[in-house]
């Protein structure tokens, strides 16, 4: 970017980020508990929480890289980053599942309070973001 600004931290203003870290922080600190109290459904729990949370801060570092380079170049990396990013999220689950190391229906809603805690975060920051230009 020309101007030094960065596009895509002016829409979040790093909350989804630091989100992400926050809830990756949390989910690895939920494993050791879950390890610690030999409880296999608060792992499996905090195993989807970890999943997703690494997902969504790929996710953004995806998006965010997308924005840096010139738009042919941003269309191929964006594409290709997905793609690894969603195989990558797949092969944890199916390993995690298959091997049964973690019962699936745990690891989903984990995975899914990870993704909505940061979005949930990224709408607010939004919001917050348009009344303060109003």
Not at 30 to 53: C, M, R
């Amino acid at each position: 970017m020309a101007s030094g600004t960065d596009p895509f931290k002016s829409i979040t203003g790093g909350a989804a980020k630091k989100a992400g870290r926050i809830n990756f922080i949390a989910g690895a600190a939920g494993i050791i508990a879950s390890l610690i109290l030999d409880n296999p459904t608060a792992l499996a729990l905090a195993a989807g929480f970890v999943v997703g949370s690494i997902d969504i801060l790929w996710l953004l570092h995806i998006a965010r890289q997308g924005l840096h380079i010139e738009s042919q170049k941003s269309a191929r990396s964006v594409v290709i980053g997905y793609y690894l990013r969603f195989g990558a999220t797949v092969a944890a689950f199916a390993i995690l599942i298959s091997k049964r190391i973690i019962s699936p229906w745990p690891l989903i809603v984990g995975f899914t309070l990870a993704l909505f805690s940061v979005i949930g975060v990224m709408i607010y920051a939004a919001r917050e973001e348009m009344f303060k230009d109003a």
